[in-house]
């Protein structure tokens, strides 16, 4: 159970990644610059914080979900240079940085599902 909690936990702070995600584009304004990387984060962040939700609820059974996680988080880091060309510091730092940060967490509480399920 206060392994379960754990991995709640983190699957929160995954909730708020991809709430930051989605309005990253506005909050580092670069929204009307490129609204293609802009429509992306919007997407990618929508996508994460919903599966981010569905994994608190249910955590034990989160273990496939946090691969999807961890593949939009992969998405997030290469985005800039994927959708738009030329991308500026300030696309690249957002994305690589709360990209990094969704990876992190769906790995970690990857590892706590996995941890929770050897004992």
């Not at 290469?78 to 690249?92: F, H, L």
Request: proline letters at 3%; charged letters at 10%.
């Amino acid at each position: 159970m206060l392994q379960t909690r754990g991995v709640a936990a983190v699957e929160e702070l995954v909730i708020l990644a991809g709430v930051y995600a989605a309005i990253s584009a506005w909050t580092v304004h670069f929204a009307a610059a490129r609204p293609e990387l802009a429509l992306s984060n919007l997407v990618v962040g929508i996508g994460i914080a919903l599966l981010g939700l569905c994994m608190s609820m249910v955590p034990e059974r989160s273990q496939d979900l946090n691969f999807v996680v961890l593949l939009l988080g992969a998405w997030l880091i290469v985005s800039p240079w994927v959708v738009t060309r030329g991308p500026d510091t300030g696309m690249i730092l957002n994305n690589v940085i709360t990209g990094a940060c969704v990876c992190l967490f769906a790995l970690t509480a990857g590892g706590l599902l996995m941890s929770k399920r050897r004992t």
